[in-house]
């Protein structure tokens, strides 16, 4: 609780003083109250009301935690949280809590929360009269020479009361009698009683005196303790002992060593013989505490110290010493020894947590308060000077009260959680001593978490490769976005961006960032198309992030070849072809013409020969379908001969469409005339056919134009460097048209058609419709993609 403290005439105006600074730079200590109450109060009792003195909210005290805080052990005062009084904790002895009697007070802290205030309160306790003087012996014998002259002082045992003020001993009375009375001397706050003698002592008429000394307090009623007084008359030894000084004043540090001498009295007496022997001793009326300290030799004189002194339990000892010669009666005389102990510096500061905010927000102003303390010191003047200091890097610091040692611990700085979410605040405390000693204290604090981070992606931008003829609602591909903060700022939920027509045809699942295809893809309809996720924190306000994500279709063998000549007039893959009987080998007989929709080797056609009535006359090239004779024919040989043809691509699963042929063998002059009727009909045919065939060139054409265009812009929008250009291959006669080369990262891909190069090496899941060709321009890689969109018909 509070700590007693001794206060002179100037107490009030430093306590004006301290007001007047209250009233100035009063932040976290607003003010400082003044109370008086009488010891021995019972527990329970009022001593005023805090809280209506301070002008606070009596109805706001629980909420803000209204107390009184210390960091002694002994509590004697609390406060009311419901009525806002200081009250009586524990009755209080002003005697055993301040001993003199100077002005006993207790300093309280009293501290209220929202905001964060501490004020003074400081309580004198006031004596009544509650102890009766007490002599430390119930007798006292004296011994005094017949020849005693009048006016010989005797040293009476002073009786002790520990009440202050007016309530102690104020005067010594002496019963009456015709040869003694008494005096009293008075030096600082210690009356001492003499029994002096007024009239010689005659032992042939009296030998021995009974005297009753009666020490009175001030206090109403008043309190009395009696001594009892036997004087013996004896005869001569007319000396007494004499001290070198009245009072000795030495000085000694608190750390001496147990068992040095302090100083040494010295004494004379002229008598001779055991007149003429001193002997010293401490006076009877010392406190206890001053027997345990120091001993005194009795012959030397040296007072030696026994036990450990301490300046901050008691800065000085005031000791009597009194020395006896050893005559009959024995003389005695009595001096002070005045003892002050010097401080040194053996006490550390101490730091008291006043109050504390372990968890601070990382968006706290700089400047916000997290804790109070207080920093004290036992040791006085230099060695109880303190410098505090926050010895940690950490972005806080220690703002100093107008009162002294007292300190706010405030940010300095702007908090990030994310770089540091917990902070060790080592507090030091060190004293300007010699040597130097310090005190730490450390203060753990938790930053807790604001949403002040948008989610990330790994990239800007994604890419992702699909088959196409996917399961319509299945999941295609996953993304994900991480967030620093933590908690609910840190849980994300995913959704497609709008302004997308194809958005339409996805959807994402919001907690893990699944993405399914609503519909199935055609790769032949459409190659690639973006979008883009966007992903959205749950904290208040939410932050958001995206990401464009690339689809590519990859192709799959989905189409079969389809014959384009021959073709009959119903539909079917049919075709009648007459030639003449004496054609040599090699004649080209006719030419089957197939498309495949597909590209790459799910395009590339071959062709054979399934079914042939004579196979040693006729020939089918496996690239170009062109059917031609072996040999030249005989008389024997058939008129009519039946090829089926079978046409297929190389896919992983090949597709195949199969078209027939009836070669007619007639005579020359009915070939020229069924060749002249035929030839106009054959070349509407032709033409019809080149008709078709343009369109299909021209819209394949188109849609790979489209696709370098889109494949030229995605790469212009990276940093990747993406190179798209046509492979003129001329080497092959086969259904390849054309082929694109693309690179992507380090590797260079490319879709080839029937002949491929040497070094190039297909790509595992690319459905053999890709090659990795290795780049010859150094250590750098480039991909070139080849596509086959379609199989050409040789014309």
Known sequence: MGSP???????????????????????????????????????????????KDLGLDKTSLIDRRFRVVSGSKDAFFEVNPNSGALQILKKIDREELCQGSGVCTMELKILVENPLEMHHVVVEITDIN????????KEQQFKIAEHTSPGTRFDLHAARDPDAGINSIRTYTLTSNDHFEIDVSQS?????????????????QKSKHVLFVTAVDGGKPQRSSTLN???IVLDI???????????????????????????????????????GEIEFTLSK??????????????????????????????????????????????????CRVIIKVK???DNPPEIEVTSLSNTVSEDSKPGTVISLISVTDKDSGVNGKIISSITSDVPFELKPSYKENIYSVVTKGFLDREQVSHYEITIKATDCGEPLLSAFKTLNIQISDVNDNKPLFSQNTLQFYLSENNVAGGSIFSVSATDKDVNENAVLSYQIGRGNELAMFLSVNSDNGQISALKSFDFETLKTF??????????????????????????????????????????????????PRNVNAGHLVTKVRAYDADIGYNGWLLFSLQEVTAHSLFGLDRYTGQIRTLRSFTETDEAEHKLLILVKDNGNVSLSATATVVVKLVEPREAFAAADVKSATKDDEDNNVTFYLMITLGSVSTLFLISIIVLIAMQCSKSTDYTSKYLQETNYDGTLCHSIQYRSGDKRYMLVGPRMSIGSTIVPGSHANTLVLPDRRGTSTEVRHIHIPASCPFM
Do not use: C
């Open 237 to 275: 030894n007319d000396n007494r002992p004499v001290f070198s000084q009245d009072t000795y004043q030495v000085e000694i540090y608190e750390n001496v060593p147990v068992g040095t001498i302090v100083t040494r009295v010295n004494a004379t007496d002229t008598d001779e013989g055991n007149n």
């Open 229 to 231: 007084v036997s004087i």
């Open 5 to 51: 403290r001794r206060h002179r005439s100037s107490d009030s105006r430093w306590f004006h003083f301290y007001f007047s600074l209250l009233l100035i730079f009063g932040k976290h200590a607003l003010a400082e109250l003044r109370y008086s109450i009488p010891e021995e109060m019972k527990e329970g009792t009022s001593v005023g009301n805090v809280a």
């Open 188 to 204: 600082d706050e210690d009356k001492t009683p003499y029994l002096v003698l007024k009239k010689s002592l005659d032992r042939e």
């Open 530 to 579: 973006q979008f883009q996720v966007v992903a959205t924190d749950s904290g208040t306000p939410s932050l958001s992030s995206n990401v464009t994500v690339h689809v590519f279709i990859l192709d799959q063998n989905d189409n079969a070849p389809v014959i384009l000549y021959p073709v009959s007039s119903n539909g079917s893959a049919e075709g009648v072809e007459e030639i």
């Open 285 to 334: 009326t010392l406190a206890r505490k001053v027997y345990d300290i120091f001993e005194l030799n009795r012959v030397s004189g040296e007072i030696k110290l026994k036990g450990a002194v301490d300046f901050e339990e008691t800065e000085i000892y005031k000791i009597d010493v009194q020395a006896s010669d050893k005559g009959t009666p024995p003389l005695t005389s009595r």
């Open 343 to 345: 401080d040194v510096n």
């Open 130 to 137: 509650d102890h009766s003087p007490s002599f430390s012996d």
